[in-house]
């Protein structure tokens, strides 16, 4: 059985976590929801969600750091810091009988590390959109892909030679969450070059995985190869929905998975 890497030191001077409950006082319910949204965005991406289910559990909306109202993290971190930093601030809720991680794209990465290093703490996965596996792209969109990752490292390269502004070729070539990353650029190709395969592997409670059919930023291949590297998985892909329609005009179906899911686990 593969054995996960060493816990990260999360020291002190990890930064706070921006938070806000909803629904249910914690000291009522037998269900707390722990929402980790998608790079870029904030708690408020899954307010609706939360205020929706608010008599049926607790809830924990929070903004991960470098995001919202967190500081940005004092380092590099890698996903395994961030799931350290949200494992500690959730411990003391442990007294809830099931907590379950909900998560969007990036916030999918951050529950997989979450569930396969602290499995006492995560009772069952609704993750949507969930990122963690690198792409398998079709072959035209490859060569696409990487004819533009070799302009721009070529073009690096050359840049003193021929007097290029080397952050106006990053602006270029980049993505659009790498052009807005800003300071956390760094943080953001960190989390790009992770493979989170053999921490799926770890995650042994029930995951409901949903894609969107028309997904081009983390289409449903990657939702199809989480499954079967989590033992407890199970696959929707909604038709028509893309990555962020499923938190817009497609919640109303994601939010009825959720609600099933909810109460089979």
């Given at each position: 059985?593969?054995?996960?890497?060493?816990?990260?030191?999360?020291?002190?001077?990890?930064?706070?976590?921006?938070?806000?409950?909803?629904?249910?006082?914690?000291?009522?319910?037998?269900?707390l929801?722990?929402?980790?949204?998608?790079?870029?965005?904030?708690?408020?991406?899954?307010?609706?969600?939360?205020?929706?289910?608010?008599?049926?559990?607790?809830?924990?909306?929070?903004?991960?750091?470098?995001?919202?109202?967190?500081?940005p993290?004092?380092?590099?971190?890698g996903?395994?810091?961030?799931?350290?930093?949200?494992?500690?601030?959730?411990?003391?809720?442990?007294?809830?009988?099931?907590?379950?991680?909900?998560?969007?794209?990036?916030?999918?990465?951050?529950?997989?590390?979450?569930?396969?290093?602290?499995?006492?703490?995560?009772?069952?996965?609704?993750?949507?959109?969930?990122a963690?596996?690198?792409?398998?792209?079709?072959?035209?969109?490859?060569?696409?892909?990487?004819?533009?990752?070799?302009t721009?490292?070529?073009?690096?390269?050359l840049?003193?030679?021929?007097?290029?502004?080397v952050?106006?070729l990053?602006?270029?070539?980049?993505?659009?969450?790498?052009k807005?990353?800003?300071?956390?650029?760094?943080v953001?190709?960190?989390?790009?070059?992770?493979?989170?395969?053999?921490?799926?592997?770890?995650?042994?409670?029930?995951?409901?995985?949903?894609?969107?059919?028309k997904?081009?930023?983390?289409?449903?291949e990657?939702?199809?190869?989480?499954?079967?590297?989590?033992?407890?998985?199970?696959?929707?892909?909604?038709?028509?929905?893309?990555?962020?329609?499923?938190?817009?005009?497609?919640?109303?179906?994601v939010?009825?998975?959720?609600?099933?899911?909810?109460?089979?686990?």
């Amino acid at each position: 059985m593969p054995t996960p890497p060493m816990t990260p030191d999360i020291s002190m001077t990890a930064p706070a976590i921006a938070h806000e409950f909803a629904g249910l006082p914690l000291s009522d319910a037998e269900c707390l929801v722990v929402w980790g949204h998608g790079w870029g965005q904030n708690r408020q991406a899954f307010a609706p969600f939360a205020e929706t289910l608010g008599t049926q559990a607790a809830h924990i909306l929070i903004d991960f750091p470098g995001f919202g109202a967190s500081p940005p993290p004092p380092e590099t971190w890698g996903t395994a810091d961030y799931a350290e930093a949200v494992a500690e601030m959730i411990k003391p809720f442990r007294a809830v009988r099931k907590i379950i991680w909900a998560g969007h794209s990036f916030g999918g990465r951050v529950g997989i590390q979450l569930a396969s290093r602290h499995p006492e703490l995560v009772d069952a996965m609704f993750l949507v959109a969930a990122a963690g596996l690198p792409r398998k792209r079709p072959m035209p969109e490859k060569i696409k892909y990487y004819s533009k990752v070799y302009t721009f490292k070529t073009l690096k390269k050359l840049a003193p030679l021929l007097g290029l502004d080397v952050d106006k070729l990053r602006a270029k070539f980049g993505s659009a969450d790498y052009k807005s990353a800003g300071a956390m650029r760094h943080v953001f190709l960190n989390t790009i070059r992770e493979d989170l395969s053999e921490q799926a592997k770890l995650v042994k409670c029930p995951v409901q995985l949903v894609y969107g059919e028309k997904d081009t930023e983390t289409p449903p291949e990657i939702g199809r190869r989480l499954a079967k590297l989590m033992p407890k998985a199970e696959l929707s892909v909604l038709p028509s929905q893309d990555h962020y329609t499923v938190l817009g005009t497609g919640r109303h179906v994601v939010l009825k998975r959720l609600m099933d899911f909810m109460r089979q686990s």
